[in-house]
């Protein structure tokens, strides 16, 4: 019997215009209904995520949150904190420095608000549209190392693919050995603390809620799923998902998140007592 589902958000509960199908509303309304611990997992910022989750089902402080990619793990109401790692300031001036050097567009975080380097024209405009897409307040700096002087759960780095993907290993240079870095869409580059992952982050969260974790499922789409599909007792892709994730997933799904991918791994894998396969 599966008593814990850590689900993904962006393409993996909402369609990729960021709508939320009924379909995987209900679905996961009802397995919460039943008792069932239903955790959103996600690279987005915690207050970003807390309001998704707080459209879908009641908030309680006996639920939980895994923000930043596994970086902080809290409470869905009070927003308490079971678990953070975080970017030191040093770390993130060294990258803003690459960044700033090499034009791309960077963010930090800090409560509900994310802080952004602008060195291009086009730099304004994606941060006015992440700010749209997370609900999130912003504020434009000149020295992101400077602006966090507490650090940082994460660093995102906006920008093409294919320019992405060469100054990744880069980043992962500059940190040391400190950071690891994944993309968690084709134009998001995550930056967090090494070892960190959703992963890690729900390992925890089961030890804590004591869960054992053959008896969680994990859902995603993206490349920054793929410790959390490995980590679960059932890892599950989304029929949309990343060629990479499906090789790793036990069980790919037959709909994407648009067509009520949620509600059919709840049928399949909570319908009753029995741990179908």
Request: charged share 25%; hydrophobic share 45%; aromatic share 6%.
């Amino acid at each position: 019997m599966y008593r814990l589902l850590a689900t993904d958000i962006d393409d993996t509960i909402l369609a990729p215009d960021g709508s939320l199908p009924d379909e995987n509303r209900s679905a996961l309304r009802a397995l919460h209904q039943r008792g069932i611990a239903v955790v959103f997992s996600s690279g987005r910022a915690t207050a970003s995520l807390r309001r998704v989750a707080q459209g879908i089902v009641e908030p309680a402080d006996d639920e939980f949150l895994i923000s930043f990619n596994g970086a902080r793990v809290t409470s869905v109401l009070s927003g308490n904190v079971l678990s953070e790692q975080l970017i030191d300031p040093s770390t993130i001036g060294d990258i803003a420095s690459y960044t700033r050097a090499r034009q791309l567009l960077i963010h930090g975080y800090d409560g509900d608000t994310f802080f952004a380097e602008h060195t291009a024209p086009e730099h304004r405009t994606r941060s006015e549209q992440y700010a749209v897409d997370t609900g999130m307040e912003w504020m434009r700096v000149a020295d992101l190392g400077a602006a966090l002087p507490a650090g940082s759960a994460k660093l995102l780095v906006i920008g093409d693919h294919d320019e992405l993907s060469e100054h990744r290993q880069k980043l992962i240079e500059i940190g040391r050995g400190h950071l690891d870095v994944t993309f968690s869409k084709p134009t998001y580059l995550e930056v967090v603390p090494v070892g960190i992952s959703k992963g890690t982050a729900l390992e925890t969260l089961a030890g804590h809620l004591g869960i054992p974790i053959a008896e969680t499922v994990a859902v995603g789409d993206s490349l920054n799923d793929i410790e959390m599909i490995r980590a679960a007792g059932l890892g599950v892709a989304v029929a949309n998902a990343r060629e990479e994730l499906k090789a790793v997933a036990d069980v790919i799904l037959e709909r994407s998140a648009a067509a009520g991918a949620i509600q059919e791994l709840v049928e399949r894998f909570f319908s009753d007592s029995r741990r179908a396969m």
